[in-house]
């Protein structure tokens, strides 16, 4: 079992046939929901899924919804990435998250975009879990096409 961070194979095609909105207004609901060392998720990971997902104290299934940044013009990429989100008072161990779509306009249901490895299992006892996400550059934005 492993966890490599990747684009999910599926959201490249799903990019191009329109299924995902970063707007900040109006555009869909993304989530990031997290993972333990146990999961196996790749770049074949097409949907979000509850296995392998964590539980704790602070932790609900299915992760939180992150706030878009709206997606700009970088250089010569387009970018976009989220604000930073924080599990408070938590109490768990995470490897990784996935970050997925929760209301496409489309038939897919719960696709998945964007695999993160932390590099080792990250453990918080009763204090906040933060997730940060990189600044917007054509080099480090979390959703970027070169």
């Not at 997290?34 to 296995?51: D, G, H, P, R």
């Not at 768990?92 to 897919?108: E, M, V």
Request: glycine share 8%; charged share 10%.
């Amino acid at each position: 079992m492993a966890i490599n961070q990747a684009f999910c194979t599926s959201f490249k095609q799903q990019l191009l046939e329109g299924v995902h909105d970063f707007r900040t207004v109006g555009g869909d609901v993304f989530k990031v929901a997290l993972y333990t060392e146990a999961a196996t998720i790749n770049s074949t990971t097409t949907a979000y899924t509850t296995v392998g997902e964590i539980v704790g104290t602070g932790y609900t299934a299915g992760g939180l919804a992150l706030t878009n940044i709206t997606p700009s013009q970088y250089n010569l990429a387009g970018v976009c990435s989220f604000a930073n989100i924080s599990w408070p008072n938590a109490t768990f161990a995470a490897r990784g998250a996935l970050i997925y779509n929760s209301t496409p306009a489309h038939t897919y249901t719960n696709p998945a975009c964007v695999v993160l490895d932390f590099g080792t299992l990250r453990t918080v006892t009763n204090a906040t879990f933060t997730l940060q996400f990189p600044l917007i550059t054509d080099l480090s934005a979390i959703v970027r096409v070169n």
